[in-house]
């Protein structure tokens, strides 16, 4: 059992940067993959990024390839996307998820077991 828990949305001009963080409690944090989803009002949630659980490899949806990065810190338990260069398309509600580890379906929300609650993200152009 993991619990997820993000923060660091708000509001940003088109162009600038935000970092969220998604804090996990549990002994386990570090055997999850872990991804980052977001969801727009009316549109179905959809894969941002995915980290395994030792942190080397990496995903992207290509819309944010070159823009966003994702990266973990197994010591102490915390996801974080790093988010650059925003558009206000990039609006959204962004939640982290957590699943066991597989070379599989990263980028697919029926395989992620564990989420957080969310935290808005609003680009104004």
């Known amino acids: 059992q993991v619990q997820l828990v993000e923060s660091g949305g708000g509001v940003v001009l088109a162009g600038g940067s935000l970092r969220l963080s998604c804090a996990a409690s549990g002994r386990t944090f570090s055997s999850y993959d872990m991804g980052w989803f977001r969801q727009a009002p009316g549109k179905e949630r959809e894969f941002v990024a995915a980290v395994g659980w030792t942190g080397s490899a990496t995903y992207y949806v290509d819309s944010v390839k070159g823009r966003f990065t994702i990266s973990r810190d197994n010591a102490k338990n915390t996801l974080y996307l790093q988010m650059n260069s925003l558009k206000p398309e990039d609006s959204a509600v962004y939640y982290c998820?957590?699943?066991?580890?597989?070379?599989?379906?990263?980028?697919?929300?029926?395989?992620?077991?564990?989420w957080g609650q969310g935290t808005q993200v609003t680009v104004s152009s």
């Open positions: 998820a957590a699943r066991g580890s597989s070379p599989y379906g990263y980028y697919n929300a029926a395989r992620y077991r564990f």
